[in-house]
């Protein structure tokens, strides 16, 4: 309260999250995130969101900035330390939140667990444009490097804690997906699916099969649900998803899937 609101020196991104590609009726972008197709540089700007403080414009920016100074280290940097499983649930599994702990700002390791918990909800948003660039780049970068014999890929998708990590690591038979397939694409809910078509567009390239699946769940229970929910999240991890995101990503990002399926 009191804080004014910062300019951004790359303009900010205001998306229409439901314009729609026309060949293929899937939303091109959301409300944070890159869109569907950007893995930049280039372009040599990453997104600015609308409405952010002083502090929490700084966060963002410094992530950004250092991002694009020399992204190759960020991804490598990402890429050693899910490989020495400090960060993620394997070394073949990409998803956004997880780039998210490459912020200093964001994953305040060095405090108290109720300062580290304020500060990943603080600032959960401001650095998801830069984190998403990370995971994309270090995905496709993980790509290149398949074997042969393991030139599969798979994509979750479903709506903001829908559970999508949790149902493949406990279904039955696809338990030890991660270990078996080549790389896994956690997508985070809030981009509402819409990396599907860049995703499928990018393993054609290389001669790899996709399989997308989506994890559905009762966005009314998953927002309140005191043994796993959003808000329940929130007080356990410090990760807050604001209700407008949320609703978005069961709204729009189902639809998108749905669309996505009957191509």
Same mark, same amino acid.
């Given at each position: ?13 205001? &998306? ?8 293929? !009726?899937?939303?091109?972008r959301s409300r944070v995130g890159l869109p569907a197709k950007l893995v930049p540089p280039p372009p040599s700007k990453i997104p600015r969101l609308p409405n952010l403080t002083d502090k929490e414009r700084e966060v963002e920016s410094k992530f950004a900035d250092a991002y694009l100074k020399d992204p190759d280290k960020m991804v490598d940097d990402y890429l050693d ?11 073949? #599994? @990409? ?20 300062? /580290? ?5 603080? @600032? ?6 830069? /984190?998403?660039?990370?995971?994309? *780049? ?6 290149? $490097? ?12 479903? !709506? ?11 279904? &039955? ?7 078996? #397939? $080549? /790389?896994?694409?956690?997508?985070? $809910?809030?981009? =509402? ?10 393993? %054609? %390239? ?12 009762? &966005?009314? =229970? ?6 796993? !929910? ?5 007080? %356990?991890? !410090? *990760? ?16 998108? @899937?749905?669309? @996505?399926?009957?191509?």
């Amino acid at each position: 309260e009191g804080e004014k609101l910062a300019p951004s020196p790359h303009g900010v991104y205001r &998306p229409d999250p439901h314009r729609t590609d026309p060949e293929t !009726g899937i939303t091109t972008r959301s409300r944070v995130g890159l869109p569907a197709k950007l893995v930049p540089p280039p372009p040599s700007k990453i997104p600015r969101l609308p409405n952010l403080t002083d502090k929490e414009r700084e966060v963002e920016s410094k992530f950004a900035d250092a991002y694009l100074k020399d992204p190759d280290k960020m991804v490598d940097d990402y890429l050693d330390r899910l490989e020495k499983k400090e960060i993620g649930d394997a070394p073949n #599994i @990409f998803n956004t939140d997880d780039a998210k702990l490459l912020s200093p700002d964001y994953n305040a390791y060095d405090k108290s667990d109720n300062e /580290a918990k304020d500060a990943r909800s603080t @600032f959960n948003v401001c650095v998801h444009q830069t /984190a998403n660039a990370v995971a994309k *780049r270090a995905f496709l970068k993980y790509l290149d $490097g398949l074997p042969e014999n393991k030139k599969t890929v798979l994509v979750t998708s479903g !709506g903001v804690a829908a559970g999508k990590g949790f149902a493949i690591a406990n279904a &039955p038979g696809t338990s030890e997906l991660a270990a078996r #397939i $080549g /790389a896994v694409w956690d997508s985070a $809910g809030e981009q =509402n699916a819409t990396e599907n078509p860049w995703i499928l567009e990018e393993c %054609k %390239k290389r001669g790899i099969k996709a399989t997308f699946v989506y994890v559905h769940a009762d &966005p009314i =229970n998953t927002w309140e649900n005191p043994e796993r !929910g959003v808000v329940e999240r929130a007080g %356990k991890k !410090g *990760r807050m998803v604001s209700a407008r995101l949320y609703a978005d990503s069961y709204a729009i990002g189902a639809k998108n @899937f749905k669309t @996505f399926a009957d191509l």
